[in-house]
């Protein structure tokens, strides 16, 4: 009895001993457990060098599944792909081989493609292969490039001998030289020279637009100088004589004008008089109070648009963000118009990276390709806000949709945590929800601020941490321009 609890010990500790070793191997070996969960994919390749069963498959370098079997069919590569259960892969998911080294060795790599697509399900199969490049071929390509070169420099060193190294050397040097000078001159003489040769071409363009022409009139001045000169001039001298003998005609004439002025200006100087006395319609108007009634009026109306002036305060906002969960950078420029301490306004501009996506297709032997690029856009926000003490209420267009947002002000003003919300009908790239945002903005210096926080916090396919930063200053010679305007009443 003791004898085979000894050997029923040995028995058990030694089929413990295979499990744990079993279960090491696959995970060191990072093989598919026989009890794992998944579901299988297929996709076709033409050449799949390099790549073997049980290789590797990851997603955005993730490992998601592995390579379960490999097949030939009708001339390609058959892959049978083993997805853990909880990745789900899209109609128009990419596979792609891709090296994983100067040896040749490959591994497999999917994209799960956009939600808007349908889900494969087991035994679908993956319409959009990319191949990898081949190694040996890039390898011969750089072994002759390399050839080239070799016989390129033997040949320079069989050309090149000691003395014309040494000239080459002083020639290079005396081009340095001379560039040196060159340039010295060009930044000394570039403000003058640019000024001439902006006059030259200005002359050079009327000279050639009116040049033909003005050398025509001169030519028919000269001739009609030279043809009616003479008699132009005993024109002249015969005016000049009848001019001196109407003055001494009519001299009697010319000083009864000077006695009709004269008396002109006594009549002038009486009409005066009467109107400074009330008398007349210009006297009554300089007497009646109604013209000086309307004119205190528009005085007092002028008085109030100047006042809304001083009150107008306009602030002009520039910065940029990197969102991580993008990987693009953001562009940002807001116009704050502030006609009150507790009201403002918001107009700004957005230059964002994924505001658009254009999809083409496109079938190469009769296999369909989608190819989606995302474009960039500028989008609009115009949005008012109100202020109770720390708080503030924004309500508006924000990035050319309909949103809400909130601010919390503290440390007297310098810090600053703001809620947006927009986009409701998930309009954007690879969203589901709306847009949300939460962050945090500080100044650092009296223009400088720094900004940070969560993007996009209800759209786990974009969500993303945003870092930056900007100026931000108050102009107060834009409040005078939107005082003047006419059309613009922010009261």
């Not at 000239?167 to 640019?194: A, C, F, H, W």
């Not at 010319?254 to 005066?272: L, P, Q, V, Y």
């Not at 918001?346 to 297709?361: C, F, Q, Y």
């Given at each position: 009895m003791r004898k085979a609890s000894t050997e029923l010990k040995v028995g058990l500790f030694a089929i413990i001993v295979i499990v744990f070793l079993t279960y090491m191997t696959f995970k060191v070996g990072s093989l598919p457990m026989i009890w794992e969960k998944?579901?299988?994919?297929?996709?076709?390749?033409?050449d799949i060098s390099g790549l073997d069963e049980q290789s590797r498959l990851t997603i955005a370098g993730v490992e998601a599944g592995v390579v379960d079997r490999i097949e030939l069919t009708e001339g390609r590569a058959r892959l049978t792909l083993l997805i853990n259960p909880d990745?789900?892969?899209?109609?128009?998911?990419?596979?792609?081989?891709?090296?994983?080294?100067?040896?040749?060795?490959?591994?497999?790599?999917?994209?799960?493609?956009?939600?808007?697509?349908?889900?494969?399900?087991?035994?679908?199969?993956?319409?959009?292969?990319?191949?990898a490049a081949d190694i040996g071929m890039l390898a011969d390509q750089l072994a002759t490039a390399a050839s080239y070169l070799r016989d390129l420099t033997e040949n320079l060193n069989n050309v090149l001998g000691e003395t014309q190294r040494e000239e080459l050397r002083e020639s290079i040097g005396n081009l340095r030289v001379i560039t040196g000078n060159l340039r010295e001159l060009s930044q000394d003489s570039k403000e003058p020279m640019g000024r001439i040769i902006a006059q030259l071409d200005v002359f050079t363009r009327s000279l050639s637009e009116d040049g033909p022409g003005f050398v025509e009139d001169m030519?028919?001045?000269?001739?009609?100088?030279?043809?009616?000169?003479?008699?132009?001039?005993?024109?002249?001298?015969?005016?000049?004589?009848?001019?001196?003998?109407?003055?001494?005609?009519?001299?009697?004439?010319?000083?009864?004008?000077?006695?009709?002025?004269?008396?002109?200006?006594?009549?002038?100087?009486?009409?005066?008089?009467?109107?400074?006395q009330g008398e007349g319609t210009l006297g009554k108007l300089s007497k009646d109070d109604t013209l000086y009634n309307s004119l205190t009026k528009i005085s007092q109306t002028a008085e109030k648009s100047f006042d809304f002036v001083e009150r107008l305060r306009t602030y002009l906002d520039f910065y940029t963000e990197y969102n991580t969960g993008e990987s693009e950078w953001k562009g940002y420029f807001d116009l704050t118009l502030q006609p009150q301490k507790d009201k403002y306004y918001i107009l700004g501009l957005v230059s964002d990276p994924r505001g658009s996506v254009e999809t083409t297709e496109t079938t190469i032997n009769g296999f369909t390709v989608t190819e989606e690029e995302v474009k960039s856009k500028v989008e609009f926000t115009a949005q008012f806000a109100k202020r109770f003490n720390d708080v503030a209420l924004r309500v508006g267009l924000m990035e050319n949709t309909f949103g809400v947002g909130a601010d919390y002000f503290f440390y007297d003003d310098r810090g600053r945590i703001k809620l947006d919300l927009w986009d409701f009908s998930a309009d954007e790239v690879d969203a589901d929800n709306a847009h949300g945002r939460l962050g945090i903005d500080y100044s650092i210096f009296k223009y400088l601020f720094v900004s940070g926080g969560i993007d996009n916090f209800l759209n786990s396919d974009r969500r993303g941490v945003y870092v930056g930063g900007g100026v931000k200053f108050e102009d107060e010679d834009l409040k005078y321009l939107f005082g003047n305007s006419p059309s613009i009443n922010l009261q």
């Amino acid at each position: 009895m003791r004898k085979a609890s000894t050997e029923l010990k040995v028995g058990l500790f030694a089929i413990i001993v295979i499990v744990f070793l079993t279960y090491m191997t696959f995970k060191v070996g990072s093989l598919p457990m026989i009890w794992e969960k998944g579901y299988r994919l297929y996709v076709y390749f033409d050449d799949i060098s390099g790549l073997d069963e049980q290789s590797r498959l990851t997603i955005a370098g993730v490992e998601a599944g592995v390579v379960d079997r490999i097949e030939l069919t009708e001339g390609r590569a058959r892959l049978t792909l083993l997805i853990n259960p909880d990745i789900r892969i899209f109609k128009n998911a990419k596979a792609s081989l891709r090296m994983s080294g100067l040896l040749g060795t490959r591994s497999l790599s999917l994209t799960t493609g956009t939600s808007d697509q349908p889900v494969l399900g087991n035994g679908d199969t993956i319409e959009y292969a990319v191949p990898a490049a081949d190694i040996g071929m890039l390898a011969d390509q750089l072994a002759t490039a390399a050839s080239y070169l070799r016989d390129l420099t033997e040949n320079l060193n069989n050309v090149l001998g000691e003395t014309q190294r040494e000239e080459l050397r002083e020639s290079i040097g005396n081009l340095r030289v001379i560039t040196g000078n060159l340039r010295e001159l060009s930044q000394d003489s570039k403000e003058p020279m640019g000024r001439i040769i902006a006059q030259l071409d200005v002359f050079t363009r009327s000279l050639s637009e009116d040049g033909p022409g003005f050398v025509e009139d001169m030519r028919s001045v000269a001739r009609t100088l030279n043809e009616k000169g003479p008699a132009l001039i005993d024109n002249l001298d015969e005016a000049a004589r009848e001019l001196k003998e109407v003055i001494g005609e009519n001299r009697y004439a010319f000083r009864e004008s000077m006695d009709n002025i004269r008396e002109a200006s006594e009549s002038a100087t009486k009409i005066a008089r009467k109107i400074e006395q009330g008398e007349g319609t210009l006297g009554k108007l300089s007497k009646d109070d109604t013209l000086y009634n309307s004119l205190t009026k528009i005085s007092q109306t002028a008085e109030k648009s100047f006042d809304f002036v001083e009150r107008l305060r306009t602030y002009l906002d520039f910065y940029t963000e990197y969102n991580t969960g993008e990987s693009e950078w953001k562009g940002y420029f807001d116009l704050t118009l502030q006609p009150q301490k507790d009201k403002y306004y918001i107009l700004g501009l957005v230059s964002d990276p994924r505001g658009s996506v254009e999809t083409t297709e496109t079938t190469i032997n009769g296999f369909t390709v989608t190819e989606e690029e995302v474009k960039s856009k500028v989008e609009f926000t115009a949005q008012f806000a109100k202020r109770f003490n720390d708080v503030a209420l924004r309500v508006g267009l924000m990035e050319n949709t309909f949103g809400v947002g909130a601010d919390y002000f503290f440390y007297d003003d310098r810090g600053r945590i703001k809620l947006d919300l927009w986009d409701f009908s998930a309009d954007e790239v690879d969203a589901d929800n709306a847009h949300g945002r939460l962050g945090i903005d500080y100044s650092i210096f009296k223009y400088l601020f720094v900004s940070g926080g969560i993007d996009n916090f209800l759209n786990s396919d974009r969500r993303g941490v945003y870092v930056g930063g900007g100026v931000k200053f108050e102009d107060e010679d834009l409040k005078y321009l939107f005082g003047n305007s006419p059309s613009i009443n922010l009261q």
